[in-house]
């Protein structure tokens, strides 16, 4: 039996193809979320990876910012519940899910048996989220996949103590007409990508493991700061950007068995 | 169209257009109304003068402009759309404002009012457990009656505020009945409907409303009780507004079976009683007996008891915090109140209320996993 989970996000959009609810026969990501054409492209890829049509599939679950957008769904489920349940189908010793993705930010609390006890998320703001990384790697003249490596060339994280996106990018700017290293001040944003992340890990409490997902958790500077801020070690969930398609497609797999 | 929706009609249709209430008000009476700003006011002077008292509370959607020029971006929400309003000029038609200022964003935006009516500001004593308080109070009430009879040209009697006094108890524990009927029947009284049923209350004589509600309870009541699929929720804060939000509840089966939110319920938690020292006194002994308010001084933080013992009551699933962007008061008890509800293993969740912001889907989404959760 196929199952599918669509993670429409508000950046990317991700489909993962389950078989019998536990092997991944397809896991697709395309940079372009709801409202794009990403959405169609990603099951595209998907279809053709997997050599599999919509046909075969016996549930569809749809999460992320576009869930209800996107046609073709048996089910909605929101995107806390799935990643929830994807990270836990990963890491079963997850209790704590830091996921950064797009244009949110989310702790995730789990019980023992994966059940959510609480959760929260960022208030309608960009800081401390993907699109926070995008602004600043554009000012800094680089690209998010070389944001990690210039990171660790760094010998001190410059302060960026803007919280906002738009005031915390003049400051970056200022940092740079006043000399300041390029690599510190990229150390500076993810660390405080990673202190507004924490804020809301801390207000559910902390507990081990801690699991990141989301595309943010692909860049390793941020996950060191996300370590040194909470002085605990962090896991990063296997293909971190995937794990909300996959927990959809689990919950896809559930709805299929009582069919 | 049943009788039940005869009457939440006419409500919401008040509850939607207080420009209209206004303009009806003075067509039929000839007088005009006064603005009560949040959050508490002895309303009962204002209705002693047969001018219409009418709630302030903010406006939907309105981008913030003008207001900019005067409030920081970081008040609270509902005095950027107050402020907004007030410099386009929409409570120009009020023959008077009632201003208390129980929170420092009221104590400033009372400085800075732009409209062209006359504010009447009066203090709270937050020090509540003494006598003394009520003595000031009763003072600031006797400049307040002053005020009033000085702008409207009336005069107030005792008779007069007594009569008000009766209208706005019945009203009050009218509307406490309401809130138990619209909790046992949440497929009649769904969440825009119970809000509109308090809404309209800011836009009516209270007694024309009482009528009203009575009428609605009885004609509620009179249908079998049915047993309610969803998940029930207690919601406290200043307010939960707009339909738009109110519409999600319902969208994904959440019962609202009490609440404790600003513009709701706590303008109905405490009645003048009755006893010695005139009207006046006993209104000003109304606010040393309100409780569970984060403006109402509260050194043992009694809130997120009496909030548990809601729970308890209704048997509610869980308390829905709706958060009205950046106001401290509110932000102040939150960590107290989700502390007492994780020991007691109480669901919760928090929501921002933000009156400027016309999309939803954040708000949605924590919603939708939190009925999942549960």
Known sequence: MY?????????????????????IVAAETVQFGTGSTGPQKALEKAYEVSGLTREDMSFVVATGYGRFNFEGADKQVSEISCHAKGVFHLVPTARTIIDIGGQDAKAIRLDSKGGIKQFFMNDKCA???????????????????????????????????????????SEVISQLSNGVNRNNIIRGVHLSVAS?????????????????????????????AMESVLKKDVIVAPHPQTTGALGAALFAFEAAQKK | MSKVETILSQLKDVAANPKKALADYKAETGKGAVGIMPIYAPEELVHATGYLPMGLWGAQGKQISQARTYLPPFACSIMQQIMELQCEGAYDE?????????????????????????????????????????????????LVKKQLEHYLG?????????????????????????????????????????????????????????????????????????????????VTGILLEPNELLEIFNEFGLAIVDDDLAQESRQIRVDVLDGEGGPLYRMAKAWQQMYGCSV???????????????????????????????????????????????????????????????????????????VEMM
């Open chain 2, 94 to 142: 009020l023959s008077a404002v009632l201003f208390s200022v129980p929170c420092d964003t009221l104590k400033c935006m009372s400085q800075k009012w732009k409209g062209t009516s006359p504010v009447i500001v009066f203090t709270h004593p937050q020090n509540r457990g003494l006598e003394a308080a009520n003595k000031f109070l009763v003072t600031e009430y006797e």
């Open chain 1, 3 to 23: 199952t599918m989970g669509v993670d429409v996000g508000s950046a990317s959009s991700k489909v993962v193809i389950l078989k019998d609810g536990k092997d």
């Open chain 2, 154 to 234: 009336v005069t107030i009697t005792n008779a007069d505020l007594e009569k008000s006094i009766a209208i706005y108890n019945e009203n009050r524990a009218v509307m406490r009945e309401f809130v138990e009927v619209a909790a046992a029947y949440p497929q009649v009284i769904d969440a825009v409907s119970r809000h509109a049923v308090f809404k309209a209350r800011q836009f009516m004589l209270k007694e024309k409303h009482t009528e009203l509600v009575k009428e609605l309870i009885a004609e509620v009541k009179a249908m079998p009780v049915e047993p309610w699929n969803g998940k029930k929720v207690i």
């Open chain 2, 296 to 370: 109402a001084t509260d050194t043992k933080k009694g809130r997120g008891k009496m909030l548990i013992n809601k729970v308890a009551k209704t048997g509610a699933d869980a308390v829905i915090i709706a958060m009205m962007k950046f106001c401290d008061p509110e932000e102040w008890d939150y960590p107290i109140m989700y502390r007492e509800f994780e020991e007691k293993g109480i669901k919760n969740l928090m929501i921002e209320v933000d009156q400027e912001v016309t999309s939803f889907e954040q708000i949605k989404t924590r919603l939708q996993s939190f």
């Open chain 1, 196 to 224: 507004r992340a924490c804020g809301l890990a801390y207000r559910g409490g902390l507990e081990k493991d801690i699991v990141m997902t989301g595309g943010v958790a692909q860049n390793a500077g941020v996950v060191r």
């Open chain 1, 127 to 169: 800081a401390g989220t993907g699109r926070f990384l995008e602004v600043m790697a554009r000012v800094l003249e680089t690209t998010l996949d070389q944001m990690a490596s210039l990171d660790e060339l760094a010998d001190e994280a410059a302060p960026i103590s803007s919280t906002c996106t738009v005031f915390a990018e």
